[in-house]
């Protein structure tokens, strides 16, 4: 494909105004029903920033959840050490700018606590998001009366205070840092108003065994180089057993490695995951709804339907003979191997080519992974689409919108994005949108709902990323960068159809995976096409310093995106078995 000829013209001429993309419309759209989303219900406080309202689903969570196993039962024994999540605060402290967005962050102390259980620190969160979110707090189970799973402090550190600071604040804090006797760690800190040390039975410190090393995640806030962060586990994955707290991190310079630990699950982490007919019980609830662009020309189908209408699978050397390939894929490569004898590509008459690349989006279903993760205290629930062509990509070049030929087009698209529901409860508490190589995690209160507690959710156009809000994303700079655009429309894909493909904990006798889950190579062919020539195609219309930028962020986008090798499944990326980046 070349470039629009409209857009070289109006290139040429100056650019005198934006091109727009026509909008495409050949396929009968699926219709359901449609409301307004919602974004959940809030409690309203005094003050106007988003910290001073309280988010909740938009349909309350109870644990009538089906019967059995250990799930949403309201606390989780790591081996000795019992959690509970509070979710509930009371506020110790606010200031007002700095941070995301220059509003500032609060710190709260939990409240609610059930008896018998001990504070391990406070919560802390920017004030640019509504309140939402919940810090760990723990009861010593143990039957080792020498070394119990947790342990008063032996005094305090002040590690920071605000008093001479010039900050709009609600008064001084101050911060202190436990200090842990011989065999165990903080876990958090201790936040006062004053510049008395706290009691020693506020916080307890838990025993070596049970803490795992752990790394600075999202920035809270700072100042002269004294920073606050959310924390998480650094080995994160179905099979490690670290724990998030939920307290922050506060230190000075270079937040890692933390002066504070995680916890760690020494029990059998999948002790507390959904069993089958939970995990339907929960995708009833939180299954996602994806608005598809209104001009979208390549929709998703199920790998069924791709397979069923002429999909082929072609080797290395013998690319004159391609065989069909069965519904489920019974007859593609089941070794684990990522070497280029083999890849998937459409059929290879033009008219069927071309209707397979459009999709079916009638017959679209998720497919879905169910896994462990944070020490188990989580439940991950990846949900793929798949999409028999990636389309062309387009750049916004000032206020024109260029398309760029061949550059992202490809077959065969997987796109995912994942649920993290609390083992605690059965709570939605974040989602993962998957954007190309990378993503992003989103807080339930950033969310907008369809349909209850389903979160509506956005696919770019002809790119497929996931987005929580439509509007443009660009991957680039303000007024040059590479177009990932969405939009609310009448095509919509309920991911509540569903194929649960792997939930490895239960065992494969109770899910048993697709063949196709097992194909290790290329879903697409390599393109042969040339990204510089493609460019120089752009370029001899643009400024020098247009052209220049535009080359830069093209050639660093990742490989998914340029589309120069074949995509392969989901089994074969790294958040298959480990967390999302």
């Known amino acids: 494909m070349g470039v629009n000829v409209g857009i070289i013209c109006v290139l040429f001429l100056l650019a005198t105004q934006a091109i727009g993309v026509p909008a495409f419309a050949p396929w009968k759209k699926l219709q359901l029903p449609w409301k307004k989303p919602s974004k959940g219900k809030v409690i309203q406080k005094n003050q106007a920033l988003p910290i001073n309202t309280i988010f909740k689903l938009p349909v309350h969570v109870t644990n009538s959840w089906p019967p059995g196993g250990n799930f949403a039962s309201g606390t989780i024994d790591l081996g000795g050490l019992q959690l509970y999540e509070a979710s509930t605060f009371n506020k110790v402290w606010g200031t007002y700018s700095g941070g995301p967005d220059d509003r500032g962050f609060s ?33 010593d189970v143990s039957t ?51 510049p008395t040390k706290p009691s020693l039975d506020k916080i307890r410190c838990a025993r070596l065994d049970l803490t795992d090393q752990c790394e600075a995640n999202s920035f809270i806030w700072g100042s002269d180089n004294f920073n606050f962060y959310d924390f998480r586990p650094s080995n994160r994955g179905t099979q490690a057993p670290g724990v998030r707290v939920g307290t922050f991190v506060a230190q000075n310079g270079s937040p890692n490695p933390p002066s504070i630990v995680c916890l760690r699950n020494t029990n059998a982490i999948p002790k507390y995951m959904p069993n089958l007919p939970q995990i339907k019980a929960i995708l009833q609830v939180y299954s996602p709804v994806m608005s598809l662009h209104p001009d979208e020309e390549f929709f998703p189908s199920s790998v069924e339907w791709f397979f069923s209408n002429g999909a082929l699978l072609y080797k290395k050397g013998q690319e004159s003979k391609p065989v ?34 459009k999709g079916d989006l009638k017959s679209a279903i998720s497919y879905v992974h169910v896994k462990p993760m944070l020490g188990g205290t989580f439940t991950d629930i990846a949900m793929w689409v798949f999409y028999p062509f990636n389309g062309p990509a ?46 992003a995690w989103f807080d339930s209160s950033q969310l907008e709902f369809q349909s209850g507690n389903k979160p509506l959710y956005y696919s770019s156009l002809h ?108 089994k074969v990326k790294d958040n298959w078995s480990g967390d999302e980046r």
């Open 107 to 139: 710190i709260f102390e939990p409240s609610g606590v059930p008896q018998g259980f001990s504070m391990l620190g406070s919560y802390s969160q920017p004030n640019n998001k509504p309140l939402f979110g919940y810090v760990l707090v723990a009861k």
């Open 144 to 194: 080792n009366t020498s070394n119990p799973s947790l342990k008063q402090p032996l005094d305090y550190t002040l590690v920071w205070n605000s008093a001479s600071l010039k900050i709009d604040q609600d008064g001084p804090i101050y911060v202190w840092l436990p200090t842990a006797p011989q065999g165990y760690k903080a876990v958090g800190y201790v936040v006062t108003t004053t």
């Open 324 to 357: 069909s390939i069965s519904p489920n894929g019974a007859n593609l490569p089941q070794d684990p191997n990522i070497d280029g004898a083999y890849w998937v590509d459409l059929p290879a008459d033009s008219t069927n080519k071309e209707r397979v690349k």
């Open 394 to 439: 387009r750049a916004k070049v000032e206020f024109l919108t260029v398309n760029l030929g061949k550059i992202g087009e490809h077959v065969g698209d997987w796109e995912h994005v994942t649920l993290r529901v609390s083992n605690f409860n059965g709570e939605l508490k974040h989602v993962y949108f998957s954007q190309h190589s990378k993503g």
């Open 463 to 570: 790119g497929h990323a996931s987005y929580p809000h439509g509007g443009l994303n660009l991957l680039g700079e303000d007024k040059i960068g590479i177009r990932n655009d969405t939009a609310i429309s009448d095509n919509v894909m309920d991911l509540g159809a569903f194929q649960l493909v792997s939930a490895e904990y239960l065992g494969s006798d109770v899910v048993e995976p697709p063949p196709w889950l097992n194909y290790f190579r290329e879903w697409g062919p390599k393109i042969d096409y040339n990204v510089n020539d493609e460019l120089r195609k752009l370029e001899k219309f643009l400024p020098g310093k247009l052209k220049s930028t535009l080359e830069n962020i093209v050639k660093n986008l990742p490989s998914e995106v340029l589309g120069e090798e074949g995509p392969t499944g989901p």
